[in-house]
């Protein structure tokens, strides 16, 4: 019985000096199994005595050996004689990685960093874990440190560029699913995060501006707008989005000229930028030009506004003509459209240099009109143009040989103008406002607006 004795005592001190003896290194050939780790190299000012280094060097051979357990407790041995000893807080950082426990590696390589803010290791270790633990803003921030302490790091760099992408990517798609749910304030968080990643995006300039003008934001909302089509001024929704800014704002006017270039790229943008104008234009006029249909008399400033809001297109592509200068226009109402409809050759100015906008148009008047956009509207009908100039109506108050036979037949003949109590012109008599309606809408139909 004492010598069984003895020998449990001897067996269980030889076990006891055992675990102080470290376990055998791993083969020293063996191709390294986490080829992308930094080696957590032991700077030159540590001091550590020949068996830790040893100790943490052997930890760092296991762990490239595929051997976690031993890794982790050599790293632990390491730091429980010095726990001040980053290199091997990374070492362990990295045995924690490889076992995809990503937030405890994150800790262990933050508190390296806690003792040496320019350990790489260390920083290259706290990106790859952020990433593990899905926390991309981290893993961006401890890559631009990392190639900010080593500015050589070109996989590094290349990498940052690539997280950042994702980083933007999936900062907008939040701010978009954010918008759409009514979230506005978070959509604007992340959008303008987004945007201090990539300011020159015109995707999230885009996005942005569409959450500004949910919010009510519409001066943000137009500036950010108006840079996303500066940045990309091919694409089209962007202009959409400045469209629906500036209508937000009341600009109707250069929101239709914005759509209008929508549309050069997209043509079913067209009808909006033609109702948007339109309805600029009508909030331009007087009360009295919007009662025209039924009017009994009408203004050479309210028809000059008719053609140039209704047959706008046909007067933007007329030869321009060198047109006097109108000196009692310049306030007037009517102006911008007295400009192009004189500069297009439809009505005159006199020589006196007035416009005489508040005149009334005589029906002898509206046929000249009539004749000069009968000229531009059926330009691409040579023969029906040719025939009705041929025609000769006969009227028993205007010869064939009066001055302003020759509009009034053709005005008549086109079907813009309309004989008077069976055969008369009445040419000095004023044109009302349905007549003028409907001399116009016959030049629309001719035009194919």
Known sequence: MRRRAVAAVILLLA????????????????????PDYPTPTVPATLIVPPDLLERHNLGWRRLQAGDLRGATRDFNEVLKRAADFYPA????????????????????????????????????????????????TEAVAALERLVALDPTREAARSRLELLKFRQVQALLDSGR???????????????????????????????????????????QAEAH???????????????????????????????????????????????????LRDKADMAAVPAEFREMPTAPTV??????????????????????????????????????????????????????????????????????????LLALAAANRPAELTKW?????????????????NAAALAVSSGAMTALSGDRFEPTRPATGPEVMAAIARIEQLAGR
Not at 390 to 405: C, E, M, N, Q, T
């Open 299 to 372: 203004t050479r400033a309210e028809v000059a506004a008719l053609i140039g809001i209704r047959l706008d297109r046909l007067i933007e592509t007329a030869p321009r003509r060198v047109a006097a200068v109108a000196t009692d226009v310049r306030t007037h109402w009517a102006a911008p459209w007295i400009l192009p409809v004189t500069q297009a050759g439809v009505m005159e100015i006199q020589p006196n240099h007035t416009f005489q906008p508040a005149a009334l148009v005589r029906r002898d008047n509206l046929a000249q009109i009539v004749g000069q």
């Open 89 to 136: 807080e990374t070492g362990l950082g990295f045995a924690l990685l490889a076992d995809e426990e990503y937030k405890q590696a994150a800790l262990r390589f933050g508190t390296a960093l806690t003792h040496d803010n320019r350990y790489l290791p260390a920083w290259q270790g706290l990106a790859d874990a952020q990433l593990g633990a899905g926390n991309l």
């Open 15 to 34: 076990a006891s000096g055992c675990g102080k003896t470290p376990p055998a290194a791993p083969a020293p050939n063996a191709p390294p199994k986490y």
């Open 389 to 405: 100039r041929a025609a000769r109506p006969k009227f028993s108050d205007l010869g064939a040989g009066h001055v302003f036979y």
């Open 225 to 275: 707008a108006r840079r996303a089509v500066q940045v990309d001024p091919a694409d089209v929704e962007t202009y959409v989005v400045l469209g629906t800014v500036l209508e937000a704002r009341g600009n109707l006017r250069d929101a239709a000229t914005v759509y209008a270039r929508a549309a050069a790229i997209d043509p079913s943008y067209r009808a909006k930028s033609e109702a």
């Open 177 to 219: 699913k954010e918008r759409l749910a009514g979230r506005l304030d978070s959509a604007q968080a992340s959008l303008e995060k987004a945007l201090a990643l990539s300011p020159s995006s015109a995707l999230i300039l885009r996005e942005l501006a569409a959450v500004e003008t949910s919010r009510g934001a519409l001066e």
